[in-house]
Protein backbone atom coordinates (compact mmCIF):
# COMPACT_ATOMS: atom_id res chain seq x y z
CA UNK A 1 0.00 0.00 0.00
CA UNK A 2 1.04 3.73 -1.02
CA UNK A 3 2.63 6.02 2.09
CA UNK A 4 0.85 8.89 2.88
CA UNK A 5 3.54 10.72 1.09
CA UNK A 6 3.54 8.64 -2.16
CA UNK A 7 -0.53 9.32 -2.05
CA UNK A 8 0.23 13.12 -1.35
CA UNK A 9 2.82 13.27 -4.32
CA UNK A 10 0.49 11.70 -6.50
CA UNK A 11 -2.43 14.16 -5.48
CA UNK A 12 -0.09 17.05 -6.64
CA UNK A 13 1.17 15.99 -9.85
CA UNK A 14 -2.80 15.72 -10.41
CA UNK A 15 -3.67 19.26 -9.29
CA UNK A 16 -0.99 20.54 -11.73
CA UNK A 17 -2.33 18.26 -14.68
CA UNK A 18 -5.76 19.22 -14.19
CA UNK A 19 -5.09 23.08 -13.80
CA UNK A 20 -2.90 23.02 -16.86
CA UNK A 21 -5.31 21.06 -19.25
CA UNK A 22 -8.21 23.21 -18.32
CA UNK A 23 -6.10 26.23 -18.47
CA UNK A 24 -7.85 27.51 -15.66
CA UNK A 25 -8.22 26.73 -11.82
CA UNK A 26 -6.74 27.09 -7.97
CA UNK A 27 -3.52 25.45 -7.90
CA UNK A 28 -1.77 27.31 -4.78
CA UNK A 29 -4.23 26.48 -1.99
CA UNK A 30 -5.30 23.51 -3.49
CA UNK A 31 -1.33 22.20 -3.38
CA UNK A 32 -1.17 24.01 -0.16
CA UNK A 33 -4.09 21.89 1.44
CA UNK A 34 -2.64 18.70 -0.29
CA UNK A 35 -1.82 17.04 3.05
CA UNK A 36 -4.67 17.53 5.02
CA UNK A 37 -6.61 16.22 2.20
CA UNK A 38 -4.22 13.17 2.44
CA UNK A 39 -4.31 12.73 5.98
CA UNK A 40 -8.15 12.62 6.03
CA UNK A 41 -9.52 10.84 3.31
CA UNK A 42 -6.66 8.35 3.98
CA UNK A 43 -5.78 7.67 7.50
CA UNK A 44 -8.28 10.09 10.29
CA UNK A 45 -11.50 9.95 8.74
CA UNK A 46 -14.28 7.14 8.86
CA UNK A 47 -15.75 7.40 5.68
CA UNK A 48 -17.40 5.44 2.73
CA UNK A 49 -16.39 5.50 -0.94
CA UNK A 50 -19.68 3.74 -2.26
CA UNK A 51 -21.05 7.36 -1.66
CA UNK A 52 -24.72 8.08 0.06
CA UNK A 53 -25.88 11.49 0.50
CA UNK A 54 -27.06 11.26 4.02
CA UNK A 55 -24.15 10.38 5.32
CA UNK A 56 -25.29 8.29 8.31
CA UNK A 57 -22.55 6.48 10.31
CA UNK A 58 -19.98 7.68 8.37
CA UNK A 59 -17.52 10.98 9.41
CA UNK A 60 -18.54 14.28 6.96
CA UNK A 61 -16.10 16.60 5.26
CA UNK A 62 -17.34 19.79 4.27
CA UNK A 63 -15.01 21.90 1.85
CA UNK A 64 -15.88 25.70 2.29
CA UNK A 65 -13.49 27.53 0.28
CA UNK A 66 -14.73 25.69 -2.98
CA UNK A 67 -12.13 26.69 -5.02
CA UNK A 68 -9.63 24.68 -4.54
CA UNK A 69 -11.83 21.79 -5.93
CA UNK A 70 -8.30 20.14 -8.01
CA UNK A 71 -7.12 18.55 -4.81
CA UNK A 72 -10.77 17.81 -3.49
CA UNK A 73 -11.73 15.63 -6.83
CA UNK A 74 -8.38 13.83 -7.27
CA UNK A 75 -8.62 12.83 -3.33
CA UNK A 76 -11.97 11.75 -4.23
CA UNK A 77 -10.58 10.07 -7.13
CA UNK A 78 -7.49 8.43 -5.58
CA UNK A 79 -10.12 7.46 -2.48
CA UNK A 80 -12.37 5.56 -4.58
CA UNK A 81 -15.23 7.50 -5.14
CA UNK A 82 -14.84 7.58 -9.18
CA UNK A 83 -12.60 6.68 -11.75
CA UNK A 84 -9.45 8.57 -11.68
CA UNK A 85 -9.62 9.10 -15.60
CA UNK A 86 -12.45 11.60 -15.31
CA UNK A 87 -9.73 14.12 -13.81
CA UNK A 88 -9.05 14.60 -17.78
CA UNK A 89 -12.59 16.62 -17.89
CA UNK A 90 -11.61 18.59 -15.00
CA UNK A 91 -13.75 22.05 -16.06
CA UNK A 92 -14.43 20.86 -19.28
CA UNK A 93 -17.94 21.32 -21.20
CA UNK A 94 -20.32 18.51 -19.34
CA UNK A 95 -17.81 17.76 -16.91
CA UNK A 96 -19.18 16.92 -13.32
CA UNK A 97 -15.75 18.47 -12.40
CA UNK A 98 -16.79 21.75 -12.22
CA UNK A 99 -14.64 24.70 -10.79
CA UNK A 100 -16.23 24.93 -7.70
CA UNK A 101 -18.39 22.07 -6.63
CA UNK A 102 -21.72 21.21 -7.07
CA UNK A 103 -24.01 18.57 -6.14
CA UNK A 104 -26.31 19.33 -9.02
CA UNK A 105 -23.89 16.95 -11.20
CA UNK A 106 -24.09 14.09 -8.70
CA UNK A 107 -20.54 13.64 -8.39
CA UNK A 108 -20.27 11.16 -5.54
CA UNK A 109 -18.63 12.54 -2.21
CA UNK A 110 -20.14 16.07 -2.97
CA UNK A 111 -22.83 17.08 -0.04
CA UNK A 112 -22.86 21.05 -0.66
CA UNK A 113 -22.15 23.63 -3.69
CA UNK A 114 -19.33 25.41 -2.26
CA UNK A 115 -17.35 28.31 -3.35
CA UNK A 116 -19.15 30.99 -2.47
CA UNK A 117 -17.30 32.06 0.70
CA UNK A 118 -18.24 32.13 4.14
CA UNK A 119 -20.55 29.22 4.08
CA UNK A 120 -19.37 25.87 4.62
CA UNK A 121 -18.65 26.77 8.51
CA UNK A 122 -22.90 27.16 9.01
CA UNK A 123 -23.37 23.62 6.98
CA UNK A 124 -20.73 21.32 8.81
CA UNK A 125 -22.24 22.94 12.02
CA UNK A 126 -25.87 21.99 10.74
CA UNK A 127 -24.82 18.61 10.03
CA UNK A 128 -23.33 18.23 12.75
CA UNK A 129 -26.00 19.11 14.71
CA UNK A 130 -28.05 16.54 12.50
CA UNK A 131 -25.54 13.65 13.81
CA UNK A 132 -26.51 14.50 17.13
CA UNK A 133 -29.94 14.35 16.63
CA UNK A 134 -29.42 11.07 14.87
CA UNK A 135 -27.66 9.84 17.49
CA UNK A 136 -24.76 8.97 15.10
CA UNK A 137 -21.30 9.19 17.19
CA UNK A 138 -19.69 10.15 14.14
CA UNK A 139 -17.72 13.34 13.39
CA UNK A 140 -17.99 16.51 11.18
CA UNK A 141 -14.77 18.04 9.69
CA UNK A 142 -14.72 21.39 7.26
CA UNK A 143 -11.74 23.40 5.81
CA UNK A 144 -11.89 27.08 5.65
CA UNK A 145 -9.63 29.19 3.51
CA UNK A 146 -8.24 32.00 5.99
CA UNK A 147 -9.16 34.71 3.64
CA UNK A 148 -12.40 33.34 3.89
CA UNK A 149 -12.98 34.70 7.34
CA UNK A 150 -13.47 38.40 5.80
CA UNK A 151 -16.50 36.82 5.45
CA UNK A 152 -19.18 37.63 8.55
CA UNK A 153 -21.32 34.61 8.51
CA UNK A 154 -18.26 32.70 9.93
CA UNK A 155 -18.05 34.46 12.81
CA UNK A 156 -22.07 34.33 13.25
CA UNK A 157 -21.44 30.34 12.61
CA UNK A 158 -18.72 30.37 15.43
CA UNK A 159 -20.98 32.14 17.86
CA UNK A 160 -23.72 29.53 17.41
CA UNK A 161 -21.30 26.30 17.49
CA UNK A 162 -20.20 27.21 20.85
CA UNK A 163 -23.54 28.75 22.56
CA UNK A 164 -24.68 24.99 20.72
CA UNK A 165 -22.16 22.98 21.87
CA UNK A 166 -21.32 21.42 18.68
CA UNK A 167 -19.07 19.95 19.80
CA UNK A 168 -18.64 16.82 17.19
CA UNK A 169 -17.16 19.32 14.84
CA UNK A 170 -13.72 19.74 13.75
CA UNK A 171 -12.81 22.72 11.52
CA UNK A 172 -9.24 23.98 10.23
CA UNK A 173 -8.80 27.26 8.44
CA UNK A 174 -6.07 26.66 6.14
CA UNK A 175 -3.96 29.72 7.56
CA UNK A 176 -1.53 30.26 4.78
CA UNK A 177 -1.63 33.96 4.87
CA UNK A 178 -2.63 34.43 1.02
CA UNK A 179 -5.71 35.33 -0.56
CA UNK A 180 -6.00 36.57 -3.82
CA UNK A 181 -5.73 40.06 -3.77
CA UNK A 182 -2.14 39.57 -1.33
CA UNK A 183 -1.40 38.79 1.83
CA UNK A 184 -4.25 38.27 4.17
CA UNK A 185 -2.32 41.15 6.70
CA UNK A 186 -2.09 43.70 3.82
CA UNK A 187 -6.41 42.96 2.60
CA UNK A 188 -8.01 42.22 5.87
CA UNK A 189 -5.77 41.40 8.95
CA UNK A 190 -7.20 38.95 10.85
CA UNK A 191 -5.18 39.79 13.74
CA UNK A 192 -4.07 36.29 16.16
CA UNK A 193 -6.33 34.48 15.20
CA UNK A 194 -6.06 31.61 18.24
CA UNK A 195 -7.22 34.46 20.60
CA UNK A 196 -10.13 34.98 18.73
CA UNK A 197 -11.75 31.86 18.14
CA UNK A 198 -11.22 31.02 21.81
CA UNK A 199 -13.36 34.41 22.64
CA UNK A 200 -15.98 32.83 20.77
CA UNK A 201 -15.88 29.91 22.72
CA UNK A 202 -13.64 27.35 20.93
CA UNK A 203 -11.13 25.26 21.46
CA UNK A 204 -8.10 25.83 19.47
CA UNK A 205 -4.88 24.32 17.94
CA UNK A 206 -2.10 25.23 16.29
CA UNK A 207 -0.98 22.97 13.72
CA UNK A 208 2.76 24.61 12.54
CA UNK A 209 3.59 22.08 10.08
CA UNK A 210 0.43 21.88 7.95
CA UNK A 211 2.41 20.73 4.91
CA UNK A 212 3.71 17.63 6.87
CA UNK A 213 1.40 15.32 6.76
CA UNK A 214 2.26 13.28 9.53
CA UNK A 215 1.96 15.61 11.49
CA UNK A 216 -1.50 16.58 10.47
CA UNK A 217 -2.36 13.26 10.57
CA UNK A 218 -0.88 13.11 14.20
CA UNK A 219 -2.91 16.49 15.24
CA UNK A 220 -6.27 15.72 13.69
CA UNK A 221 -6.04 12.57 15.74
CA UNK A 222 -5.55 14.69 18.58
CA UNK A 223 -8.22 16.99 17.80
CA UNK A 224 -10.95 14.24 17.40
CA UNK A 225 -9.55 13.25 21.50
CA UNK A 226 -10.92 16.86 22.45
CA UNK A 227 -14.43 15.72 20.88
CA UNK A 228 -18.05 15.15 23.26
CA UNK A 229 -16.35 17.70 25.66
CA UNK A 230 -18.81 20.58 25.03
CA UNK A 231 -16.63 22.84 22.58
CA UNK A 232 -16.59 22.73 18.99
CA UNK A 233 -12.94 22.38 17.80
CA UNK A 234 -10.59 24.64 15.41
CA UNK A 235 -6.76 23.59 13.87
CA UNK A 236 -5.54 26.80 12.64
CA UNK A 237 -2.91 25.10 10.02
CA UNK A 238 -0.29 26.89 8.50
CA UNK A 239 0.76 26.17 5.09
CA UNK A 240 2.56 27.51 2.36
CA UNK A 241 0.65 28.15 -0.78
CA UNK A 242 1.32 26.15 -4.06
CA UNK A 243 3.32 23.97 -1.62
CA UNK A 244 5.38 21.54 -2.95
CA UNK A 245 6.03 23.25 -6.43
CA UNK A 246 9.35 25.80 -5.41
CA UNK A 247 8.01 28.71 -8.16
CA UNK A 248 4.58 28.07 -6.59
CA UNK A 249 5.70 28.52 -3.04
CA UNK A 250 4.19 31.03 -0.95
CA UNK A 251 2.87 33.28 -3.55
CA UNK A 252 0.00 34.34 -3.56
CA UNK A 253 0.19 35.18 -7.33
CA UNK A 254 -0.66 31.74 -8.02
CA UNK A 255 -3.77 31.64 -6.44
CA UNK A 256 -5.89 31.33 -9.55
CA UNK A 257 -3.82 31.19 -12.78
CA UNK A 258 -2.91 27.63 -14.39
CA UNK A 259 0.56 26.64 -15.81
CA UNK A 260 2.02 27.01 -19.25
CA UNK A 261 3.86 24.34 -20.58
CA UNK A 262 7.29 24.59 -19.16
CA UNK A 263 6.23 25.47 -16.08
CA UNK A 264 4.08 22.24 -15.94
CA UNK A 265 6.77 20.25 -16.33
CA UNK A 266 9.27 21.86 -13.96
CA UNK A 267 6.20 21.28 -11.79
CA UNK A 268 6.14 17.31 -12.25
CA UNK A 269 10.08 17.32 -12.46
CA UNK A 270 9.82 17.80 -8.48
CA UNK A 271 6.77 15.82 -7.91
CA UNK A 272 7.18 11.77 -8.35
CA UNK A 273 4.70 9.97 -10.47
CA UNK A 274 3.91 7.48 -7.30
CA UNK A 275 0.23 5.86 -7.91
CA UNK A 276 0.03 6.08 -11.81
CA UNK A 277 -1.17 9.61 -14.01
CA UNK A 278 -4.70 9.47 -14.82
Known amino acids: MASLQEIASQIRRDIVRMV???????????????????????????????????GHKE????????HISPVYYSTLARAGYF?????????????????HPATHEHLPGI??????????????????????????????????GDGELDEGQNWEAAM??????????????????????GSTKKVMDLGEL????EAFGWEVLILEKGNDVDAVVA???????????????????????????????GSHEWHGIAPNDEQLAKALAQLPETLGDY
Not at 48 to 54: A, G, L, N
Not at 83 to 99: A, H, P, V, Y
Not at 194 to 197: Q, R, T, Y
Not at 219 to 239: D, H, N, R, Y
Open 194 to 197: DKKF
Open 160 to 181: FAAHHKVDNLISTIDWNGQQID
Open 59 to 66: DLFFLSNG
Open 20 to 54: HGASSGHPGGSLGCTDYFTALYFKVMKHHPEFSMD
Open 111 to 144: RIASGSLGQGMSVAIGAALAKKLNKDPHLVFSLH
Open 83 to 99: DIKELSTFRKLNSRLQG
Open 219 to 249: MLEKAKTLTGKGKPIVILMKTGMGAGVDFME
